[in-house]
């Protein structure tokens, strides 16, 4: 098997650790091939992960059976389909794309050659909130009412050896944005609470940072049986913060990454139960997993669990965040009310 890795900044080069180990573990021979536009960033990937390089992405994508795709978001669809015309399946770095060109010839073009289309939502690989969606499909809390999402972190401090003004963050014809950034939050509010109905959101450049995008966004969130969640994203908060609380007729159950803790308030017992705390959980392992069932669908087993149909219905969401915070007003996705 041969594997290719496009675009070597922080999240290519996580890739390319894990996976060579991933492929190096399989004994038979599997191969990473690591593309970047810039000869120092391969030659300083080459160096310490001694895996092969290659500076022209067409020879990649000639050799390689799957890739991951690691380069800026404007980048991802119209690199997706190049590599699918080249017969490689596709992992893609959230977002899919950061509009919706190319979308449509790529997830039609996949079908038709049977090839994989994934993106890269890693905690749908994490198990606190994998403990989450199992108490809501038992229906732990009765109907859900709502909740809040929350996920923030500040700009410069989140690549630290990047000028985050050069960061694809910081500029909106290369998809930056915290909608789009941190659409990790779209998906799994979707995965949660399901099918979305009507988006509403605020959102602006609040700070002095030098950028041209969204630094703070509230949007809000209507799914099917009329249940409202909130979500909060921002490029401005000190220190990390990333949560959620579910509020239901029988509980409520919360989520912080700090302590990796979910808890569950049991109205009839009036009482507070934490379900899932471990501080030194390591969150490659969320990495980990959702690259091995990549590598496992490459090698022809069962499809990774994120479709490419998922992913662009995210998108559709976060355009229509964008839309709405542009045009001051409620966006209407379709689907209808359950009563």
């Known amino acids: 098997m041969k594997i290719g890795v496009i675009g070597c900044g922080s ?10 180990k991933l492929l190096d573990e399989r004994k038979d021979g599997s191969e990473l091939i690591a593309f970047d536009v810039s000869e120092e960033v391969l030659t300083s990937v080459r160096e310490k992960y001694k895996v092969r390089t290659c500076s022209e992405l067409n020879k990649v994508l000639q050799e390689a059976e799957g890739v991951f795709i690691c380069t800026p978001n404007h980048l991802h669809a119209s690199q997706a389909l190049q590599a699918v015309k080249n017969n490689c399946h596709v992992f893609i770095e959230k977002p899919l794309a950061h509009t919706q060109e190319n979308v ?96 509403f959101c605020m959102a602006g450049t609040l700070s002095d940072l030098e950028i041209n995008t969204e630094d703070f966004a509230k949007i809000l969130l209507k799914n099917s049986s009329g249940a ?5 994203l921002d490029y401005l908060q000190q220190t990390y913060s990333r949560n959620c609380k579910i509020i239901g007729e029988k509980g409520t159950i919360t989520w912080d990454f700090f302590g990796h803790q979910v808890r569950w308030y049991h109205a009839d017992k009036k009482k507070w139960e934490t379900l899932f705390a471990q501080e030194n959980l390591d ?12 590598l496992n669908g490459v090698a022809g087993g069962k499809k990774p669990i994120v479709s490419g149909e998922e992913a662009k219905e995210d998108l559709r969401i976060a355009l229509a965040a964008l839309q709405s915070a542009a045009k001051k007003e409620p966006v209407y996705l379709g689907g209808s009310m359950q009563r």
């Open 283 to 294: 969150i490659n392992e969320a990495y980990l997993e959702e690259e091995k069932q990549f």
């Open 11 to 20: 999240i290519g080069k996580r890739h390319i650790q894990n996976i060579k």
């Open 104 to 199: 449509d010839d790529l997830l039609s073009l996949a079908k038709e050659k049977e090839r994989i289309v994934t993106v890269g939502y890693m905690l749908r690989f994490y198990e606190p909130l994998k403990k989450i969606k199992e108490l809501l499909d038992q229906n732990a809390i009765g109907k859900v009412y709502g909740g809040h999402i929350e996920c923030g972190q500040y700009l410069p401090s989140w690549r630290p050896t990047v000028d985050y003004r050069k960061n694809y963050g910081a500029i909106k014809s290369q998809g930056g944005g915290v909608i789009l950034d941190i659409i990790h939050e779209i998906n799994y509010a979707k995965w949660l609470f399901g099918p979305i109905i009507e988006v």
């Open 228 to 232: 409202l969640i909130s979500l909060h």
